[in-house]
């Protein structure tokens, strides 16, 4: 059984059939890009994080210029496929926690995300449940991801943009003073880096999350 086409398929289908008549790419172009994408995934970014974690000068790039800080962990947000595709520029913003503060990233108007350096988002983040709730409710549903914080930590969502890309440098979590980057990095996971979870000892893998319709919390 094959199941339904959604609207947004068939306006791809279209799109792209049209831009392959008119010649703006080839098939094997869009083949190309599309094995490109779909391999991409956010090792850089965490490895960018540990490195910055252990690198005080490198975490100083990193807040200031998360576009060169990018490079030096293999993405090119100018050229990130190499094969002179679009690249997707926006601006990458890297937003530091601190035991005080915490970010969550959004985009509440799409699904904009730093797909150079994180890959495609996740399900959830695309759908209404995530992004209408998350900027009203943000503690509440942090907590269905399993992320409950105290009070006296403030939540700060940023909201991504056409022009503006978010990750966020969780802080390093204890009991890891003495791990390379390889080991931190391992722990940094994509839910960490969107900010829905927390890096800790031992966890490697995102949440899983269901979709569903959107519903307000219980208490608000």
């Not at 974690?53 to 993405?75: H, M, N, Q, Y």
Request: glycine content about 4%.
């Amino acid at each position: 059984m094959v199941d339904e086409i959604t609207d947004f398929e068939v306006l791809e289908i279209a799109v792209r059939e049209l831009c392959i008549e008119k010649g703006l790419f080839t098939a094997d172009d869009h083949r190309s890009f599309t094995e490109f994408a779909e391999h991409i995934g956010p090792t850089p970014a965490a490895h960018m994080v540990a490195r910055a974690w252990l690198d005080p000068e490198f975490k100083k790039l990193v807040l200031a210029d998360a576009i060169a800080a990018s490079r030096e962990v293999g993405v090119d947000w100018l050229q990130p496929t190499g094969f002179g595709t679009p690249s997707d520029f926006t601006a990458l913003h890297v937003l530091e926690d601190s035991p005080t503060l915490h970010h969550v990233i959004v985009c509440s108007l799409c699904s904009c995300y730093p797909r150079p350096i994180l890959g495609n988002s996740p399900e959830w983040y695309r759908t209404p449940n995530y992004r209408r709730r998350i900027v009203r409710w943000p503690r509440q549903v942090l907590a269905e991801f399993g992320l409950y914080l105290a009070e006296d930590v403030a939540i700060r969502v940023e909201d991504s943009n056409q022009k503006h890309r978010f990750m966020v440098m969780p802080v390093r979590p204890e009991g890891t003073q003495d791990w390379d980057e390889d080991q931190l990095a391992a722990i940094v996971t994509r839910d960490c880096l969107i900010g829905v979870a927390l890096p800790k000892v031992g966890v490697t893998s995102n949440a899983i999350t269901d979709t569903r319709p959107a519903i307000h919390p219980a208490n608000h």
